[in-house]
């Protein structure tokens, strides 16, 4: 599928990986949709990108918010692609050191946030694909998903983080059959350890200890390399119901 001239949306697009995700699309000539809920960082992005970027405040966990961010995104152009980066992590234990129990609906917010987030823009933004003309192939759109290294190495307090973005892996597969009749792709990508805002939370030290635990190339990903996989799923018309790891061969120790 050709970027250029589709119309994509991006949830998550206004920092991080999400945001290295609206600026490669644009920069392919892509029509993007920024959603996120901080209106200042998205806002400011598109003056920065100029023509052929909007922005659209929303929660990607309520469905009137983002049926209308869908709408929008296929105003100026056909909505063929969309990026699922938005999310949350947490970090506590299934029984804490003090013998209590993780709190039930701390942990139903990450799954919420990570996984029913996902998944509600995933079958709003195909529906609104799969009633757009029919590419060569019969392909109309393609929906890429973000989970993590966690869904399959989960550490040491990351129990409902990594449930999470277990479910979206575990979706990935039955979403593309669901969606193959009407020519929708869909894909998941798994990245590691990246070098994004969450990151410059921790110490200098903190950050240096994580990079040397990838094998090759030894440091945190790049924002912009995940953004190439992004592209590249999108142009490649044969990946399909596939999670795909980015993550220098990182393999996630218990803790």
Not at 39 to 61: H, S, T
Not at 142 to 168: E, I, L
Not at 223 to 234: N, Q, S
Request: aromatic content about 4%.
């Amino acid at each position: 599928m050709l970027i250029r001239g589709a119309g994509a949306l991006v949830t998550g697009g206004a920092s991080g990986l999400g945001e290295a995700t609206v600026r490669q699309l644009a920069g392919a000539g892509a029509d993007v949709t920024v959603v996120d809920r901080n209106a200042d960082a998205g806002e400011a992005l598109v003056r920065d990108l100029g023509g052929g970027a909007k922005f659209v405040e929303a929660d990607v966990c309520d469905p009137e918010q983002v049926a209308t961010a869908v709408r929008l995104a296929g105003e100026t152009a056909p909505l063929r692609i969309a990026c699922n980066v938005a999310g949350i992590a947490d970090v506590a234990r299934t029984v804490g050191r003090d013998g209590s129990p993780l709190d039930l609906e701390r942990f139903m917010r990450v799954v919420h946030v990570n996984l029913v987030g996902t998944f509600n823009v995933l079958r709003l933004a195909a529906a609104a694909m799969a009633a757009t003309e029919p590419l060569a192939h019969g392909e109309r759109g393609v929906v890429v998903n973000t989970a993590s290294v966690a869904a399959f190495d989960g550490q040491v307090g990351q129990v409902a983080y990594a449930a999470s973005k277990g479910g979206v892996v575990g979706l990935t597969l039955p979403a593309a059959r669901d969606l193959a009749v009407v020519g929708v792709r869909v894909c998941t990508i798994a990245p590691g350890t990246f070098d994004t805002p969450l990151l410059d939370l921790l110490p200098a030290e903190a950050k240096g200890a994580l990079a040397a635990d990838v094998p090759f190339p030894r440091r945190l990903g790049q924002p912009a390399e995940f953004a190439l996989l992004v592209a590249h799923i999108v142009e490649n018309p044969y990946l399909n119901g596939e999670t795909i790891r980015l993550d220098g061969a990182l393999r996630m120790p218990p803790k």
